[in-house]
């Protein structure tokens, strides 16, 4: 019998690979953050394409080492897009299609694609154990996607509508510029949250501005360049980027909830693995709203990965065979992932 789904994923910053069981536990999790030069603050799709090329031959040669994939495949599942609409396009995301159907087509056996971000929201809601609701909100916030969604569970899939977004840059580019703007590496989060815990709170403060829906950070971000320029200590602004966010995130939030009443709300995307933030979030909202919900994909899982990819194609392996939509997943049991991988369990 067959035992696993593959995932693929190859985003802006990471190539991801995982292999989920049939009874959807994670056995094998690899995320592979792209190679930035210092100073610089991204990558060039061309180049994020071309190192994701490369790595294609070590990523089948560890798959090949976990399990023996011509008899232990049940299916590949990858991601093709950025958003589940139909114009929805970004070239780094064709290595992980056209990879995840050769190697479907090279072993026969069924090749599923899905959207990037579905992906972030399957690998949030098995790893924080919700939210359960056919209806819910998703805030995701990264450095190429800061939306906020509404999510219906359809079993096999998600419908995603998108509520409110950014004006002009995105939470994680308003991390990583001011990050790189204090002499930190890219992508920055962890270095400024480090720095951020040693500033003073109230020290100097950041603007924050919600419009509706929309969002802005590109203000912000003129604020904490031009506080770095007076001198103000990288300690102190940074504490005020963490503050700006949780403000910004906080009120965008209250707007959402009093508007389309979905009180359960999943936070995933790589600026949400901040335990910070995640602090400042939870005691924010609890005295904004008693009757919100907050919901945090694991950390790991909050960063671009295959997990959510591979849980999406189990889901769709199952309603095409017909074998059940219900996933039983073990996240609270995670053994260590074969070699070079890393574990994970629900929060």
């Known amino acids: 019998m067959k ?27 690899r995320q592979i953050p792209l190679d930035v ?22 990523i089948t040669e560890e798959l090949g080492k976990a399990i023996d994939p011509k008899n232990d495949l049940a299916a590949v599942c990858a991601t093709s897009r950025p958003r589940p609409v139909a114009d929805s396009y970004m070239p780094v995301f064709m290595v992980s299609h056209m990879a995840g ?17 579905e992906s972030h929201i399957q690998a949030g809601v098995a790893s924080a154990g919700g939210p359960q609701d056919s209806k819910f909100m998703v805030v995701h916030i990264s450095g190429g996607t800061t939306e906020m969604l509404k999510v219906v569970d359809f079993g096999p899939s998600y ?11 995105h939470a994680g580019q ?48 003129t604020c904490a360049h031009r506080l770095l320029k007076q001198g103000t200590r990288k300690e102190d602004v940074a504490l005020a980027v963490y503050n700006n966010l949780n403000k910004t995130l906080t009120r965008w939030m209250v707007k959402g909830v009093r508007t389309y009443l979905l009180r ?17 979030l939870t005691e924010t909202m609890k005295k904004r709203s008693n009757v919100v919900r907050l919901f945090f994909a694991d950390p790991l899982l909050s960063k671009d990965n295959a997990v959510g990819t591979a849980l999406l194609g189990l889901k769709l392996y199952r309603h095409h ?19 070079g991988g890393a574990k994970w369990k629900q929060k």
């Open 3 to 29: 035992k696993y789904i593959l995932g693929l994923d190859t985003s802006c910053y990471t190539t991801s690979m995982a292999l989920v069981d049939m009874n959807g536990n994670t056995v094998l999790n």
């Open 37 to 58: 030069e210092a100073g610089e603050r991204g990558l060039q799709q061309s180049k994020a394409l071309f190192q994701h090329l490369h790595r294609l031959p070590a």
């Open 101 to 117: 159907q050769a190697f479907a087509n090279l072993l026969g056996v069924p090749y599923y694609e899905v959207s990037h971000q």
């Open 159 to 169: 419908g995603v509508r998108i509520l409110g977004s950014t004006l002009d840059i």
């Open 174 to 221: 308003f991390v990583d510029r001011v990050g790189v703007a204090m002499g930190l590496s890219f992508p920055a989060g962890s270095q400024l949250e480090e720095l951020a815990r040693k500033g003073i709170e109230k020290e100097v403060s950041i603007p924050s501005s919600v419009r509706g829906f929309s969002v802005s950070f590109s203000g912000a971000e």
């Open 264 to 280: 359960n709300i999943l936070i995933v995307g790589g600026v949400a693995s901040s335990k910070l933030l995640r602090e400042k």
């Open 321 to 339: 065979t017909g074998a059940g939509n219900k996933i039983q997943t073990d996240t609270g049991s995670q053994k260590e992932q074969q070699k």
